[in-house]
């Protein structure tokens, strides 16, 4: 599949990635910001308790590592605007029902707007049976 076909069939949709915060996920998520500007908007599930908690996360793991260099250099000083509108933060836990998402809203505007599911997420405990 070339390029040129990624980026057509990326266009206008959403995506949810669970496990935002792992090596593969920060690549994938870098790259189709990198090569699909007009994707509509992707929701980045990340462990944590709350909202405040996780972009902090999504700011410290992600979005502030040397991988976004060159989506910093690219957008410049409209790089966090771009970030803020494609890029939804959301709180949660595979493991709960519903990712433990409370938010009723939030729920029903994820089932109706996510096109693709990437699932990255991992256990990192390595002495699991």
Known sequence: MDLGRVQHFLQGTTILIIGATGFLAKVFLEKVLRVQPDIKKLYLLLRASNSDIASQRLQNEVIQTD??????????????????????VVAGDISLENFGLENVNLQNEMLEEIDIIVNFAACTKFHER
């Open 67 to 88: 991988l976004f260099r060159v989506l910093r250099d690219k957008w410049g000083k409209d790089f966090d605007s771009f970030i803020s509108q494609k890029v939804v």
